[in-house]
């Protein structure tokens, strides 16, 4: 079955410091990935998403996540986090198979320290 | 509009009412979808709609759960003698179709507390 697992539930980093969310998948064929963002109180708003091609993605806000495959992996980077990153971040992932629903991971939420 | 806008953007109710919920998606987009976010199960799929066809039901938890979609716009999203386990954020989105790669944008949900 379909799953995705963010092994982090809450992470703290200082504000300029580098930052790594991980997400790990399970699909039975070429998944869509996707990066959701959602501050307190808001709809999800979307950081980037992979279909195909090259495995680095550019997202908004400075982000970007590379698909590996072999790992089964999507995790998101961000060089510097900057005090307005904080938020829970979602992973999630979908397919030609299953029409346009999405499987989410649990969520990671970011704290950022002055 | 120029987003998903839901309505009620809060709604308490007894337990044991019925409730309905209401989503405005972006015009143009032909697919539909509903999801509920809770404490306990995080982000779940419930349904979504794609033009004409059927819609996927497969995610509604039970059969106190229906939406419909009128005129390929506008969408209710009903729940029937609520449980105080029904209390969660409603969360529609819609995208242009639902081949399963365009985005999804979302309204900023309904919060419903079942007392």
């Known amino acids: 079955a379909q799953s995705v697992t963010q092994p982090d539930i809450h992470i703290t980093v200082s504000e300029g410091a580098s930052l790594e969310l991980r997400c790990n998948y399970s699909?039975?064929?070429?998944?869509?990935l996707f990066w959701y963002v959602q501050s307190p109180g808001q709809g999800l708003q979307l950081l980037l998403k992979?279909?195909?091609?090259?495995?680095l993605v550019q997202g908004i806000k400075g982000f970007e996540a590379e698909f590996k495959r072999s790992q089964s992996s999507f995790n998101l980077r961000k060089p510097s986090v900057h005090w307005s990153d904080a938020a829970e971040y979602f992973c999630a992932v979908g397919g030609y198979n299953q029409g346009g629903k999405l499987i989410f991971g649990q969520g990671t939420e970011l704290s950022v320290k002055p | 509009g120029a987003g998903v806008s839901q309505s009620p953007s809060n709604k308490v109710t007894e337990k044991g009412k019925d409730v309905e919920l209401r989503c405005d998606p972006i015009s143009g987009h032909t697919a539909l979808y509903w999801y509920r976010q809770s404490l306990g199960q995080g982000l779940e799929f419930l349904i979504y709609?794609?033009?004409?066809?059927?819609?996927?039901k497969s995610g509604l938890p039970s059969d106190r759960f229906s939406a419909e979609r009128t005129g390929g716009s506008v969408s209710t999203l009903t729940i029937q003698r609520t449980q105080q386990e029904d209390s969660a954020v409603y969360l529609c989105?819609?995208?242009?179709?639902?081949?399963?790669?365009?985005?999804?944008?979302f309204g900023p949900g309904t919060r419903l507390l079942v007392l």
């Open positions: 989105a819609s995208s242009l179709v639902a081949p399963g790669g365009e985005t999804q944008y």
């Open positions: 699909y039975g064929a070429t998944p869509y």
């Open positions: 992979y279909f195909s091609g090259d495995t």
């Open positions: 709609f794609q033009g004409n066809s059927a819609p996927d």
